[in-house]
């Protein structure tokens, strides 16, 4: 069985879904479905759907000699722990993380914590922002939240510390970084860089395509799915994940509590959801940048790249 020697590890709302779906298809790769697997970040335990290496690596069972076998799961560069988890179980694995301005990426995550009503329950940005010292310490963490740590906007933002984490772990040449940036203005030189680091053949595609869009709740619908559909939802869901824990196993009940959970957001999207980005004022935006300006800085240093656009005022 081939162990992945590949990860795209994050940052989350940075195109990584979008360079998953275009890599998959090379020839010479085999990423897992599906694409987040969240067995390294153990300690995200809300969001760990894989608790077994042995169930990890049947993931990958399918992958035929495959050149490049791998996942992504844009957690693992935010959790303290995955990187050197994913440095034990494979110290030779290529990493690839994309970046964007952490600013944006902030409010892009609170947008997407909202998205399915069970995580975040702030009807704005600024007051999901300003209560983070409050669920840190345990308060005002919205009743039906998976994992309470992913509410901590800004320490989700600090890319900076994050990358200098993981290359406390693996060496730089080991570590591939993009901008959001490099992606959207010259695809076709992004796309090169990375077929170099991964030594894969030139397949001759040069377009990327753009998954998730912003959506934000629609605010009756919304509102009348998380009063009445997902409490009852939850109690069949739970006594079906209950029952497959004593009939079957431990990992088939994950299973079955991951495939409800995407169930219930594909319900929700359908419903709920619409276009759209959440209102922030200058005044927000400055108190963010002026939290990560240092972070901001750490990270120019890291990538070698000129990074002023994202920290200085506008």
């Given amino acids: 069985m081939q162990k992945p020697n590949f990860f795209l590890v994050g940052a989350p ?34 969001l760990v759907q894989i608790t077994s290496e042995e169930e990890y690596l049947s993931q990958f069972t399918a992958a035929n000699g495959k050149k490049i076998v791998g996942e992504s799961t844009p957690l ?17 694995a290529r990493l690839v ?7 944006d990426f902030a409010i892009s995550w609170y947008s997407h914590m909202r998205r399915y009503g069970t ?54 040449e080991q570590v591939l970084i993009f901008l959001l940036e ?6 076709p030189s992004a796309y090169a860089e990375l077929r170099d680091f991964l030594d894969i053949e030139d397949d001759g595609r040069r377009e990327l395509g753009w998954s998730n869009r912003g959506m934000l709740p629609r605010q009756s619908l919304s509102r009348s799915l998380m009063q009445f559909g997902f409490p009852l939802f939850r109690a069949c869901s739970r006594g079906l994940i209950a029952a497959s824990r004593v009939v079957v ?54 990538v070698g790249k000129d990074l002023r656009s994202w920290y200085e005022p506008s």
């Fill in 76 to 92: 693992y560069l935010t959790s303290s722990v995955a990187a050197e988890r994913i440095k034990q179980f494979n110290p030779n």
């Fill in 97 to 103: 993380c994309i970046f964007r301005n952490p600013i």
């Fill in 249 to 302: 196993s431990e990992s088939f009940a994950k299973r079955v509590q991951n495939r409800s959970e995407v169930s219930w957001n594909r319900v929700y999207r359908r419903f709920a959801l619409k276009e759209g980005k959440p209102v922030v004022t200058a005044e927000d935006r400055e108190i963010v940048r002026l939290s990560l300006l240092e972070d901001m800085k750490l990270l120019e240093e890291l």
């Fill in 119 to 172: 995580d975040e329950d702030q009807q704005t940005f600024r007051a999901a922002w300003d209560l983070q010292e409050d669920r840190a310490n345990g308060k005002n963490i919205p009743l039906n939240a998976r994992e309470p740590a992913v509410l901590q906007y800004r320490n989700l933002a600090t890319f900076g510390k994050q990358l200098q984490r993981l290359l406390a772990h693996f060496p730089r």
């Fill in 13 to 46: 709302k940075c195109g990584t879904t979008s360079l998953y779906s275009f890599l998959r298809l090379h020839p010479d790769v085999f990423l897992s479905t599906p694409k987040e697997l969240n067995y390294f970040h153990v300690d995200f335990p809300g």
């Fill in 182 to 187: 490099d992606l959207v203005n010259d695809f």
